[in-house]
């Protein structure tokens, strides 16, 4: 069965930094681009980042660009998510899911709260 | 960046009726590949999105044929059939041709 498990929200001041991380199991993690998804309280859906199987590609949204690193470790099967200057319109569930070899996210986690606020 | 518009917002019906969802982009979602990345998700109350079709009229695994996809290009549409209460939530569509990858607004299934 394919599971990913968010971890590393919490509550965090404007300006602060953050890491998120997921944990993939029940299929071959490094075969499979994965990605980033998060939606703010009450609001629709939000790509935020790409990561390609091996790394070798990775795509950002433009509200995220220069803030936030995407990363994976293959032999942890382990996907991450590195958000530094935060700012109040970055509060929402971030979730990580899988990108299937046709094209969408199959498989998504249950998500992490993120709350930036003073 | 491709902005995709979801129609109606919110659509109001009656437990095994029909209805349709409208999914437009502002450019043609056809890959270089031939392939068009156009993919369709539910979320119900409190939880994370689950995929129902994908590559505009291909059911995902588990996915009644109660539900259908189709269109071309720019114009897709998701139908869906003799409509069950644990089909009540919101639909999104996904492209994923292009980067930034981008959402649907969203559309309100609910009784009526």
């Known amino acids: 069965e394919v599971q990913l498990v968010e971890s590393g929200g919490g509550l965090v001041q404007p300006g602060r930094s953050l890491k998120l991380s997921c944990l993939a199991s029940?299929?071959?993690?490094?075969?499979?681009?994965m990605n980033w998804i998060r939606q703010a309280p009450g609001k629709g859906l939000e790509w935020v980042a790409s990561?390609?199987?091996?790394?070798?590609?990775?795509y950002y949204a433009d509200t995220v660009k220069g803030r936030f690193t995407i990363s994976r470790d293959n032999a942890k099967n382990t996907l991450y998510l590195q958000m530094t200057s935060l700012r109040s319109e970055d509060t929402a569930l971030y979730y990580c899911?899988?990108?299937?070899?046709?094209?969408?996210?199959?498989?998504w986690g249950q998500g992490v709260m993120v709350t930036v606020s003073s | 960046d491709v902005l995709m518009t979801q129609t109606p917002v919110s659509l109001p019906v009656s437990l095994g009726g029909q209805v349709s969802i409208s999914c437009r982009s502002s450019q043609s979602l056809v890959h270089s590949d031939g392939n068009t990345y156009l993919h369709w998700y539910l979320q119900k109350p409190g939880q994370s999105p689950q995929l129902l079709i994908y590559r505009v009229s291909n059911r995902f695994s588990g996915v009644p044929d109660r539900f259908s996809g189709s269109g071309s290009g720019t114009d897709f549409t998701l139908k869906i059939s003799r409509v069950e209460p644990e089909d009540l939530g919101v639909y999104y569509c996904l492209q994923s041709t292009h980067f930034p990858l981008t959402f649907g607004s969203g559309t309100k299934l609910e009784i009526k």
């Open positions: 899911a899988r990108r299937h070899t046709m094209g969408p996210f199959d498989y």
């Open positions: 990561i390609s199987s091996s790394s070798s590609y990775i």
């Open positions: 029940g299929f071959t993690f490094s075969n499979y681009g």
